[in-house]
Every structure is written in structure tokens, then in C-alpha cells.
């Protein structure tokens, strides 16, 4: 096989084979929603909760993808052993699923279902395990709930688009915190965020953010490893007092971060204790290493 595959509205065809009209809904609007999982040594990871996740989306949405969670399912895992010869050594996969409301000159508006995987920024990402993130600020506020509800993973990204610019024209290495229209701490562009005080996690109330499947696997870790938590508002004293910070999403699961506008959190080093067996947990439950993944590809 000379390149990845893709499901495109029925098919399984090669990824330079796939196309989509001008006239997509998801294209034009961004009448779409999408979800995404990670391989862990190629096997996806907790794909149905983020194919239920993906649903609730939908179904909130009202977009009928044409197919039940089960059949999305045994396609994502599909298209996903298809790839995974193509994976390079210590390599592993975004693996998503797109949906759109179909075509603006159809009038049926049968949903375009795209299945596809992408490797991840191992290399790109690697420094970071090694150094950690820097979080900044930006003027741009999160979308608040009462305006688009946080849970629904929809291909309208320019907020969180935005909010990333301004941060990096600043520094390009930064990644972005965004605060909420009362300026407490929400969520980065594609991210939870979590801080440590005195041994107590804390991370954003979930009606303020969405409640990111990374996220909850880390509160779940959290409770077996008798690790106090508490999702409250959290403000930027708090953020700027906390002993320890790390971001959570699919792709770098648990990453820590070295400092927040420019104030070095706790003492500097990185991971802190907390955020150190919360890492080491993780890569139990997925059954890897993969922190040890990311720091391979340092210097590549």
C-alpha cells in the first residue's frame, strides 16, 4: 500500500483519491462535527466514547450521519488497521471522523461522512516533554456556553483560531490559555487545562469547557491514585500560585507546562510530583510508554 486510505460517503479509497464539492455545507458554514482519537502501538483508543461523543454532537446538531455509532465505529477501526502499515518505528495515528450536513445543492442533505487518519507531531511536540509548554493569555474570550454549548465539537474554530494568533505573534512557542467572559481560566485551543495546589488537582467547571475525553480519563486516574480534585473557576492568581500546570488532549495526553504568562509555576521543575504519577498512570492505562515516544523523537 503506497499511501493512507480514507471512508468517504460509502467508500474506502485512497487519501489523494478523496474529494469533497465546493458545495459542502461544512465547507461553506461549517456545518459540520468531527471527533478524534489517538493509536497507542496502532490500536485506537477508547474509540466508542469518542464515537458516542461524536453522536451527541450530531444529535445536537441535528445531522443524521446515515449509519448507527456501532457501524461508525467498526469503519474508524477500519480505516485505522488499513493504515497502520504505513506507520513509521514509534509512530501512531490521529485517527477522526468528520461529518457534514451534506451538500447546499442536495436536496436530501445526505450527510458527507469522511473517516481518515493523520500521523502525529511526535517529532514537532517532542521538546516539550523535555521542557515543558508555556501558557499565555490572550484578549480573545472563549465562546460562553450560553452563546454555543462547549461539548459539541463543530468545525467553527476561528475563536479558538484567533486566540492562537495573537498569542503566537507574540511567541511563536507559546501555546494559548483562553480565559471566559468573567476572566476565569476555560480551555487552550485544543486542550484541558489542570493545576495543582498543596497536593489538590483543580481544572475548570465542565459546563465552561468541553469536557474532553483525556480530561476525564485524568480525573478517573486521579480518583484511583487518591488524588484530591476539585473543577471549580479557577483565575488567574490561581493559575499564577499553583505548584504545578499541565494541559490534557488526545494527542500529547498529559503534557506539563513550565510557565503561565511568563511566571514560572512552583519551584521550575517539571513534571511536578502530581503531574509526574498522573503521566506515569496514563501510560499504564494505554498500555505504552508514551511519554518515552514523544522524547524519541527529540533531535530528529
Not at 89 to 110: I, P
Not at 257 to 264: C, K, P, T, Y
Not at 276 to 295: H, I, N, P, T
Request: net charge neutral; charged share 25%; with cysteine.
Amino acid at each position: 500500500m503506497a499511501e493512507r486510505v480514507v471512508y468517504l460517503n460509502g467508500q474506502i479509497v485512497p487519501e489523494s483519491k478523496a474529494s469533497i464539492s465546493i458545495r459542502d455545507l461544512g465547507f461553506l458554514h461549517g456545518d459540520a462535527a468531527f471527533d478524534t482519537a489517538r493509536t497507542f502501538n496502532g490500536k485506537v483508543f477508547k474509540l466508542r466514547e469518542h464515537v458516542d461523543r461524536l453522536y451527541q454532537s450530531l444529535k445536537f446538531l441535528r445531522i443524521d450521519p446515515g449509519m448507527p455509532a456501532e457501524q461508525m465505529a467498526e469503519l474508524t477501526g477500519e480505516v485505522a488497521r488499513r493504515n497502520a502499515p504505513l506507520l513509521g518505528r514509534n509512530e501512531d495515528y490521529w485517527v477522526s471522523q468528520r461529518v457534514t450536513r451534506g451538500r447546499v445543492d442536495d436536496a436530501s442533505h445526505r450527510a458527507t461522512v469522511l473517516i481518515e487518519c493523520r500521523p502525529l507531531p511526535l517529532k514537532q511536540r517532542a521538546k516539550y516533554f523535555r521542557d515543558g509548554v508555556q501558557l499565555v493569555t490572550s484578549s480573545v474570550r472563549r465562546t460562553p456556553p450560553w452563546v454555543m454549548s462547549p461539548q459539541v465539537k463543530t468545525h467553527n474554530y476561528l475563536n479558538v483560531v484567533m486566540a492562537d494568533l495573537e498569542v503566537k505573534s507574540q511567541n511563536p512557542d507559546a501555546w494559548v490559555a483562553l480565559l471566559d467572559e468573567r476572566g476565569n481560566l476555560s480551555e487552550g485551543s485544543s486542550y484541558n487545562i489542570f493545576l495543582v495546589k498543596d497536593g489538590v488537582l483543580y481544572t475548570p467547571r465542565a459546563q465552561m469547557v468541553l469536557n474532553g475525553i483525556t480530561r476525564q480519563t485524568v480525573l478517573e486516574l486521579a480518583s484511583q491514585l487518591k488524588i484530591p480534585m476539585v473543577e471549580k473557576d479557577v483565575d488567574l492568581f490561581d493559575a499564577s500560585a499553583s505548584d504545578e500546570m499541565f494541559v490534557t488532549t488526545t494527542s500529547v495526553c498529559i503534557l506539563p507546562a513550565r510557565n503561565f504568562n511568563g511566571v514560572v509555576i512552583g519551584n521550575g521543575h517539571i513534571p511536578g510530583p502530581v503531574t509526574k504519577g498522573l503521566m506515569a498512570a496514563f501510560s499504564e492505562r494505554v498500555g505504552m510508554d508514551y511519554v518515552g515516544q514523544y522524547l524519541a523523537h527529540l533531535g530528529e
